[in-house]
Structures are given as C-alpha cells and as structure tokens.
C-alpha cells in the first residue's frame, strides 16, 4: 500500500508546477520593471489605445468602458490621497502637517504609484478580454454614459481638490525643492 500513491501520477502536480514557474517568471520581470516607470506607463499607453481601438471598431461594448472609467476613477482618488487622511483618522500625531510650524511630513499615497500603474494595466487587459464576450456588449446610448461620468469626475476632483487645499498638501513631487537666501560659500555672483 505504501508505493499505490507514488506509482500515480497526479495531472494536478504538472499544472501546479507550470503556474508556479510561470507565477515566478512574471513576479521577476514585474521586479524587473519597477525602476522604469516611464517604460511602464508607455506599455500601459499602448494597452490602453488597443482596447480603445478596439471598442471604437466594433461601436460597442459602452458598458465595460463606463465600468472601466470608475475603476480608474476609484484608484485615481487613491493616488492623490494621502494614507493617513486626516478626516477620517482623528488628529492624532500621524496626520498631515496643517501649520508651517509642524513637523515635515512626506506625503505617503493610500495606493502607491506601482500599485496604481499595475491595478490600471490590468483593468484595461481584463475589459480587453471582456471585450470577446459578446453578451457585454449591452445597447446603450453612449453619449449618457459618457456625460454621467464627466460629471462624476468634475464633482469627484473638485471634492479631491478641496480636500488638498484644506489639509495642504500636494500628492506630487516636481524636483528637488531649492530654497532662496544665502548662497553657498565660493560660488560667485555675475553681475
């Protein structure tokens, strides 16, 4: 009895073994992609423009664009929130500083850049594929959805842009920040 189970060769164990390469392999070449952001956000460009492509050929499948719109919506309001938000936490030391005299904070995203670059690459692959399955492709009068959502992300942003001017942050980093004043020694000045 101690060689029925090893002299049977489970079709289980070859599958599992083939997701768990293929599971390493993607999760190396994702690894791989982190410091090239701007690489990233190209291919995404491109997956982007051949689902559109795609929905504006076949003059349907409205649905899943409007679903995909408030997905990308929802993570966008990820992005540009801050971790901690100090509306619904209570002031409690971990906030956001709201006086020049505070302490510097760096502003830390509740969906980081790499999340959010992943979530929206993904998003735009799985309304692709939804795109074969011809009972999604519901009739609708696109020019509504398409207004319902532009109305959506005016209030959305608007909202988000309050939120920003009343805590006083910005979720951007443009540069080095340099600061006016005195000069370093041994540099000269041109008159």
């Known amino acids: 009895m101690e060689g029925v189970e090893g002299d049977t060769a489970s079709p289980v164990a070859p599958l599992a073994k083939w997701r768990n390469e293929f599971s390493r392999a993607f999760q190396y070449y994702l690894d791989k992609s982190t410091p090239l952001p701007v690489h990233r956000w190209l291919g995404t460009l491109a997956v982007a423009a051949v689902y559109i492509l795609r929905v504006y050929y076949l003059?349907?499948?409205?649905?899943?664009?409007?679903?995909?719109?408030?997905?990308?919506?929802?993570?966008?309001?990820?992005?540009?929130?801050?971790?901690?938000?100090?509306?619904?936490?209570?002031?409690?030391?971990?906030?956001?500083?709201?006086?020049?005299?505070?302490?510097?904070?760096?502003?830390?995203r509740r969906v980081p850049e790499f999340k959010f670059w992943y979530a929206i690459t993904k998003a735009f692959i799985v309304a692709f594929c939804l795109t074969f399955l011809s009972v999604l492709d519901v009739p609708v009068f696109w020019p509504i959805l398409l207004c319902y959502w532009i109305v959506l992300f005016v209030l959305t942003m608007k909202h988000q842009i309050m939120h920003m001017i009343k805590y006083k942050y910005v979720p951007f980093n443009i540069g080095k920040q340099t600061y006016g004043g005195k000069e370093s020694p041994g540099s000269s000045r041109r008159h």
Do not use: H, M, Q
């Open 59 to 108: 003059r349907g499948f409205y649905i899943i664009s409007y679903g995909l719109g408030i997905y990308t919506l929802n993570l966008l309001i990820g992005f540009l929130s801050p971790k901690v938000d100090p509306e619904l936490e209570g002031l409690d030391g971990a906030s956001l500083p709201t006086k020049g005299s505070d302490e510097f904070r760096p502003f830390i």
